[in-house]
């Protein structure tokens, strides 16, 4: 176990390398010029040059990469040319909003998706399981931004309970920490609800079929001990990789929600590094999802061995 | 029971909402929000030309002058000046009292450092340094200004109310490298910023300057006292979706938006809980602007023949679209502001398409697509280039209307090179009225050809001499000839295609008064009751 942690764990490096050369690359690749953008819409090309040549663009690519990953090394992600702070600062600003609102929502399309994901399953063929299938379909189908001006028109400017937007640090108090990320958390989490009901009603069926199933009832088990204790936990593998992923995807996917909430995330911030051709920035962000993206896996992979006895690494 | 369940659940729900309510009073009378039109973040209004950075500096800077809502130039923090009868000698003398953030007085070394940081970025500064011989503080509460010959711009180039705004800084500041940001943000202005609580992308907090000492005359535009009646400004960041930032506004979570979206304006202008306050009398100006180093923009018989095909009305209707918000303007310089008239500018006033495609066949045009940037994600511009390559095309020019993101066509507008090396021929823009209203500051009025300082390096010698004599000139009424003279010899030559005006609304909520004709987003006179 500890040598396949360890072997995982030196896995990521070369990913991490692969993915600072190609993100450096590509960017330098890609039109736009962040000299241009920050000199205002007034400026000249003589200041354009000026400030390209500050921000060290003007150097060969090699010797830009050179020195972007010689501070990487150091554990530098370099200054933001935008905002002319710290990317490692600018990220640790984020990073709060969008942990939080990425936990909440996943607790919150676990405690719901799972139960009625098993229901569905219990009661296979239905009008429950056909409800929740058609909402699943629906989950999927309804645009984010949609569902989000629904709910700030009905929640917060008819019923007026919650803020129509913002984001309170869990410093300034837990309640309205909590009331800023009700509405944004029931958003996100309306798509994940949808995948892992299907995914955990799909898992769960099969599990139920199975002859160990049959033995546990003619023992006269009760019903739910055998859904909870022998169907769900047989069928977890699927749900919690399902999860994992979707945990993975929240962490750099929750741009719409955080422009319609304006959450001051780590989405928003990617969203904004791109538009300005903030280099170091968007390559700050980037190498946090990849590390994220593989920490998640990571984690999930090592759930397998208390979820399945058969797993053994 | 099930009574039970409803107290206990109608309980639960007014629990919910007076926790809401508590949340949202924790933004008292005291307490400012607004919702910008852009993100800030570059904190230095010298060193970009960008307009959040521009009210940044107002918020936290003073000014020598400013300019009132007629457009007139008004002393600011300069109590008395002095002006030598061969124009050559300018003298002032500083109010009492001015202070900086940090408790030092502000003096005239203060002025000439910032001065001299602001000449080496600003287009207009650079164009007055062109005429100053030197400059000194005598005492600490004076400085002059010798000039090589007599300039017919001084006032108006200290009290210039758009980008760059010659802000006074202390001179520690102001002697950073005019190419470097500044990092220390002490200003003598109504609102002191509060760095901690910076967060780029999330909100910036200015606190009322207890040291401030405002004039006595009434606000009117960048001029007059600069009362300050609110404690804290929260400038909200994070809030960019346009429907968000409408919802927010009708909630009460935001008092100002500075620039909400046209296709809302009715709706906001119906609820009864808000308000479109009239904060300004000059608007911003649509242009289209060619490449006039690639062909066949080089030639000026088919940039007049754009100007001909390129009447006005069709670009305000399709990107603005509320009639009481814009208006056509024969001028390139702003209209209702000193200099304007439609000198020169029948080939546009009096187009129509025959015209355009007469002119279009005379000169020769060979049919090279004309490749026209179109930006996706600016929706203040984004449908101009539509109704551009329309009218066009209807000219008979093969139009290539590429679509991308701003920042990419900011990028290559820079671009000299040629199409077919990433180059361009046309981009559609909007300036603010005070960016454009006097041929100095007016950008596409520099023809220095590649040397010229914006994009499309246009060349005309003719009229750069014309430019130079009215950057001597004292006299306003001679001024304001020369200023005919050099836009019809604009529109001539055709350097750019003006489209006409807007204003672009704001909106409020009721309680908040004290708003006044302005030059731009500042937000001092404003009470919240």
């Known amino acids: 176990m500890y040598t396949f942690l360890a072997r995982r764990l030196l896995s990521t490096i070369p990913v991490l390398l692969i993915v600072a050369v190609l993100v450096f690359l590509l960017l330098r690749l890609t039109p736009g010029d962040p000299a241009a953008i920050l000199a205002g819409d007034a400026a000249n090309t003589e200041q354009i040059a000026r400030i390209r040549e500050n921000l060290g663009l003007d150097r060969p690519i090699p010797v830009q990469f050179g020195i972007w990953f010689g501070n990487l090394l150091s554990g530098d992600l370099g200054e933001s040319f935008y905002y002319k702070q710290k990317v490692t600062a ?21 405690l719901v998706s799972v139960p009625l994901g098993v229901l569905a399953a219990w009661r296979f063929d239905s009008w429950f399981d056909r409800a929740l299938m058609g909402f699943s379909v629906m989950g999927f189908s309804v645009p984010v931004f949609v569902l989000a001006y629904l709910l700030i028109w009905f929640v917060s ?26 509405l944004p958390s029931f ?60 945990v993975a995807l929240l962490i750099g996917g929750v741009v719409v929600t955080e422009s319609v909430y304006a959450i001051p995330g780590l989405g928003r911030l990617t969203v904004d590094a791109v538009l300005a051709r903030d280099f170091p920035t968007i390559q700050g962000v980037i190498l946090l999802f990849s590390f994220a993206y593989v920490l998640v896996n990571l984690l999930v992979d090592v759930s397998y061995v208390f979820l399945d006895p058969r797993i053994r690494y | 029971m099930n009574m039970q369940r409803i107290a206990a659940a109608a309980a639960f729900a007014a629990a919910f909402a007076a926790g809401n309510g508590a949340a949202l009073a924790q933004g008292d009378a005291k307490v400012l929000r607004i919702v910008p039109h852009s993100n800030l973040a570059i904190l230095d209004p010298i060193w970009t030309t960008a307009y959040m950075s521009r009210n940044h500096g107002y918020m936290i800077y003073d000014t020598l002058f400013g300019t009132d809502e007629k457009n007139q130039i008004k002393p600011q923090m300069v109590e008395s000046w002095t002006e030598s009868q061969d124009h050559r000698l300018w003298s002032f003398k500083l109010r009492p ?56 711009f001084v006032l108006e180039a200290l009290g210039k109310p758009s980008s760059n705004v010659p802000f006074i800084m202390p001179k520690r500041v102001a002697e950073t490298d005019a190419f470097k940001q500044i990092e220390d943000y002490t200003g003598s202005g109504p609102y002191i910023f509060k760095k901690d609580e910076f967060k780029p992308g999330d909100k910036a907090v200015y606190l009322r300057n207890p040291k ?31 429907q968000a930032q409408v919802n927010a506004l009708q909630k009460g979570e935001v008092d100002i938006l500075e620039a909400p979206a046209f296709e809302h304006y009715e709706a906001l202008k119906k609820d009864p809980n808000l308000q479109i306050p009239k904060y300004s009398v000059v608007n911003l100006q649509y242009m289209a602007r060619f490449n006039h180093l690639n062909k ?34 024969p001028s390139m310089f702003t209209c209702g502001t000193p200099l304007a008239s439609p000198a020169g500018s029948e080939i546009q006033s009096k187009s129509n398409m025959k015209k355009a495609q007469e002119l279009l066949k005379a000169s020769g045009y060979d049919g090279t697509p004309i490749l026209l940037m179109k930006p996706t994600d600016l929706a203040s511009i984004q449908k101009l280039p539509d109704v551009a390559a329309q009218l066009m095309r209807q000219a008979g020019f093969k139009v290539d209307l590429q679509a991308m993101d701003w920042q990419t066509l900011v990028g290559r507008r820079a671009k000299k090179d ?83 005006e807007y204003s672009q609304p704001m909106a409020a909520r009721k309680n908040i008064t004290g708003f006044f004709i302005t030059n731009g987003n500042i937000y001092w006179n404003l009470k919240k009751n």
């Open chain 2, 418 to 500: 040629p199409i077919d090396k990433g180059g361009w021929h046309m981009f559609l823009t909007a300036w603010q009225g005070h960016d454009i209203w006097n041929p100095i500051a007016n950008p596409t009025f520099d023809t220095r050809g590649e040397q010229s300082g914006w994009f499309g390096w246009a060349k005309d010698d003719k009229l750069m001499e014309m430019r130079a004599q009215f950057m001597r000139e004292t006299d306003p009424a001679k001024k304001r000839k020369l200023a005919e003279s050099l836009q019809a010899r604009a529109f001539e030559i055709g350097t750019h295609v003006p489209l006409g």
């Open chain 1, 187 to 246: 958003t996100l989490s309306i798509i994940y609800v949808a995948l892992i009901a299907r995914v955990t009603r799909a898992s769960v069926l099969e599990a139920l079929g199975e002859d160990y199933i049959r033995t546990a009832r003619a023992k006269g088990l009760p019903e739910l001990r055998v859904l909870v204790r022998h169907a769900l936990a047989n069928a977890a593998v699927p749900i919690v990789t399902v999860i994992g992923i979707g």
């Open chain 2, 97 to 152: 009292g001015l202070e900086f953030h940090d408790g030092k007085p502000v003096t005239g070394e203060d002025v000439i450092a910032s001065l001299q940081r602001w000449g080496k970025r600003d287009a207009m500064g650079s164009a007055l340094f062109t005429f100053v011989d030197r400059m000194d503080s005598p005492t600490p509460d004076t400085f002059r200004v010798f000039l090589r010959e007599q300039c017919g």
């Open chain 1, 90 to 110: 600018l990220i640790g600003q984020r990073l709060e909003p969008t942990i939080s609102l990425a936990a909440l929502t996943t607790l919150f399309a676990v």
């Open chain 2, 296 to 329: 066949p923009f080089d030639n000026p018989k088919v940039r007049q023949a754009v100007l001909a095909a390129f009447s006005q009305e069709p670009f305000l209707k399709a990107q603005v679209g509320v009639k009481e918000l814009y208006h056509t303007c």
């Open chain 2, 212 to 242: 401030y000492v405002p004039r006595k005359e009434p606000p009117s535009g960048t001029a007059g006292g600069k009362n300050v009646y609110v404690e804290r400004v929260e400038w909200n960041l994070a809030l960019r979706d346009a």
């Open chain 1, 157 to 182: 400017l008819k019923l007026g309970l919650l803020p129509v937007q913002g984001y309170h640090r869990i410093a300034d108090g837990f309640w309205p920490y909590l009331q800023h990320l009700i």
